[in-house]
């Protein structure tokens, strides 16, 4: 395939479409507290871990290994409908225009709006199977701040942001943020298209808060980044193509992506992942079963299949994302042995620098500076 040609990364070519959605953020994307006694009481109503229907099945698309879905059609004798968004504010579109899913993945702090507002239903733990294996392995999700307890989500997948570079036209970098502004690569770096991945960037140079909403912190940020674009070729959520057709020296990746990259580079030893010395952004995706699905036994019964060991790896080396799954770490590493930085350690959860939702002024004001970002 010539490398002009290579498919968009799995997770982040329609994360493009976030840009054109930010004015959702602050107008309506959010989720109102529900006030309805008897929808409060269906959402924390057990689930009955039984096939209640076919899975009506919404994220990013390919996203799970084909094989994995086969598998539990071919058990549990249902059909997976499959339905993708193609950013966090399109999923709550979706959901707040009344369509009804049976199991959806938000990141962290989408999980902790869609859990406020009453949106998701209770998760009992016990009676998934493989939860012990999560919950026990990883204590940081036994009560992460997005979702006390775990009561509405389980971990699907952890990450971090970091640089992607090519060792040979650049050799090795210093380990910091500022190596984006390397001379070397001038006109061939490119930063994600992602509001908070990039005001992050800036904010953890300077030393401030990741998602911080200050008008003054973002003042300074701002300045910052628009000092970074004349060295920038572009904005651009397709990480790893850029650095394998050589339209980027450089390149802002995610950890998964850049893990998913070692399976099509002719030479892996061309190229190198690092994380920053002042703060690596960690993330998570998350299953949730909304509050008005229609099945949500066959949720529950497919939430306990991918946690199945087997079926971690399977997707672990499909999509390049870890899992915290306890007895599949070995896969991952084996994976990333390359790029030992992809790994996500307990240390990086504790470090907790995941994005979190800010108050309405403060969403304003981080909407602004974006923009002034892009317009440069």
């Known amino acids: 395939m010539s490398p002009e040609a290579l498919p968009p990364t799995r997770r982040s070519f329609l994360r493009a479409g976030t840009a054109a959605a930010l004015a959702l953020t602050t107008a309506g994307c959010g989720f109102a507290t ?38 539990f059609q071919k058990e549990y004798g249902v059909k997976v409908v499959q339905s993708n968004y193609d ?55 036994a009560d992460p701040w997005y979702d006390p307890r775990s009561a509405h989500t389980v971990p699907f997948t952890m990450y971090k942001t970091g640089i992607g570079w090519r060792r040979d036209r650049l050799g090795d970098l210093t380990g910091s943020w500022e190596d984006l502004w390397n001379e070397k690569a001038k006109g061939k770096v490119f930063v994600l298209d992602d509001r908070d991945e990039v005001l992050g960037l800036g904010a953890l140079k300077l030393g401030l808060g990741l998602t911080t909403g200050d008008r003054a912190d973002l003042d300074r940020v701002t300045d910052t980044l628009r000092s970074l674009r004349p060295r920038l070729r572009g904005f651009s959520s397709d990480s790893y193509n850029n650095l394998l057709n050589g339209n980027a020296d450089m390149t802002q990746a995610w950890s998964g992506d850049m893990a998913a990259m070692l399976a099509q580079a002719e030479d892996p030893s061309v190229f190198g992942f690092e994380v920053a010395r002042e703060g690596a952004p960690v993330n998570s995706d998350c299953y949730a079963i909304p509050a008005n699905a229609q099945h949500p036994g066959t949720a529950m019964l497919f939430i306990d299949y991918m946690l199945r060991p087997e079926n971690v790896k399977k997707n672990i080396e499909y999509i390049g994302y870890p899992m915290p799954v306890r007895g599949t770490e070995d896969t991952y590493a084996a994976l990333v042995e390359p790029f030992p930085q992809c790994l996500v350690t307990a240390d990086d959860l504790a470090a907790d620098l995941f994005f979190r939702n800010g108050d309405a002024a403060g969403e304003r004001a981080r909407d602004a500076a974006w923009t002034d970002v892009k317009a440069g």
């Open 87 to 141: 950013s966090m504010e399109g999923m709550a579109a979706k959901l707040n225009a009344g369509n009804r899913y049976d199991i959806i993945f938000p990141t962290a702090k989408w999980a902790e709006r869609l859990a406020t507002g009453g949106r998701l239903r209770t998760i009992d733990h016990s009676r998934l199977r493989g939860a012990e294996a999560v919950f026990g392995g990883y204590d940081y999700f």
């Open 34 to 71: 529900s006030d309805d006694p008897a929808g409060k009481a269906t959402a924390e109503a057990p689930i009955d871990v039984k096939v209640d229907g076919d899975l009506v099945y919404f994220n990013w698309a390919d996203f799970v290994d084909p094989s994995v879905f086969e598998g």
